[in-house]
C-alpha cells in the first residue's frame, strides 16, 4: 500500500510564506516525477509545478519566480516552496507521484489528500 502525505498547509497574509511536504511511503521501488497541483472552489484542478528524477524543474506560469519545488531522493519527499504568496494562491494542494512499486515493472500515478492554502489580503 503508498501513501502521499502532504503537510505545511495552513493561513498567511498576502506576501508571506509556507513550505508544503508531500512524503511517499509503502514498498516503493523508485520514484519518478512528482509534482504539485492545486485546486480552488468552483475551479479546475491546475498543475503548478513538476520535478523528474533528475530534478529538472517546470512552473506554471503564475508561480514562476516565486514557487520552488525541489525533492530528497533519500526521504521520498517532495517540497513546494512557496513565496510572496497572492490572495489567488488560495486552493488545496495536492502532491503527485509516478512510482514503480516493488516487484512490479509498470510505473503507476499516486495522490495525496490534500493540504490547505490560504492566503488573505
Known amino acids: 500500500q503508498v501513501q502521499l502525505v502532504e503537510s505545511g498547509g495552513g493561513s498567511v497574509q498576502a506576501g508571506g510564506s509556507l513550505r508544503l511536504s508531500c512524503a511517499a511511503s509503502?514498498?516503493?521501488?523508485?520514484?519518478?516525477?512528482m509534482g504539485w497541483h492545486r485546486q480552488a472552489p468552483g475551479k479546475q484542478r491546475e498543475l503548478v509545478a513538476t520535478i523528474d528524477s533528475d530534478s529538472s524543474t517546470n512552473y506554471v506560469d503564475s508561480v514562476k519566480g516565486r514557487f520552488t519545488i525541489s525533492r530528497d531522493n533519500a526521504k521520498n519527499t517532495v517540497y513546494l516552496q512557496m513565496n510572496s504568496l497572492k490572495p489567488e494562491d488560495t486552493a488545496v494542494y495536492y502532491c503527485?507521484?509516478?512510482?514503480?512499486?516493488?516487484?512490479?515493472?509498470?510505473?503507476?500515478?499516486?495522490w495525496g489528500q490534500g493540504t490547505q492554502v490560504t492566503v488573505s489580503s
Open positions: 503527485s507521484a509516478r512510482l514503480l512499486l516493488s516487484g512490479s515493472i509498470q510505473w503507476a500515478d499516486y
Open positions: 509503502g514498498s516503493i521501488f523508485s520514484l519518478n516525477d
